[in-house]
């Protein structure tokens, strides 16, 4: 997010720098109200298309993908922070088990992601950590 942020000030900095540089170059002949401003905002969409429509794009694929996928014995995570196994799929509501005698349903999109046991996580390196 950070990034984007980042991204965009530095875009807006260049739209500036561009627009201030083409004043001073045309003073002398003071047409083209808003046809030199088209491609300033044309710029600017393409550059938010890239860095934040485009990846939100990317993760809503990604999480549908996830719902789509998730099966009878995951170990899922709850938007609330339950944590808890899948029992019983239905088509929009899904079954967990949180302990020995407790079943809950929760609907699918509830679900934030699924934990994969068998996929432990890789320990940094010296180097990754600084």
């Known amino acids: 997010m950070k990034f984007h942020l980042l991204i965009a000030v530095v875009a807006f900095h260049l739209v500036n720098a561009i ?15 808003f046809a030199s401003l088209l491609p300033m905002l044309a710029f600017m ?6 860095f934040m429509i485009r990846p939100e794009q990317k993760k809503q694929k990604e999480r549908a993908e996830m719902l789509k996928n998730v099966k009878k014995g995951d170990k899922v ?9 899948v029992g019983n799929i239905k088509e929009n509501t899904v079954m967990v088990k949180i302990g020995e005698n407790s079943v809950v349903e929760f609907t699918k999109s509830a679900i934030t992601s699924v934990i994969n046991e068998k996929e432990k996580p890789v320990e940094k390196s010296d180097k990754e950590k600084k």
């Open 77 to 85: 995570l709850t938007a609330a922070g339950i944590l808890g196994i």
């Open 19 to 33: 627009s201030v540089f083409s004043q001073q170059t045309q003073q002398s002949s003071p047409s083209g109200g």
């Open 45 to 50: 969409f393409v550059i938010i298309y890239f």
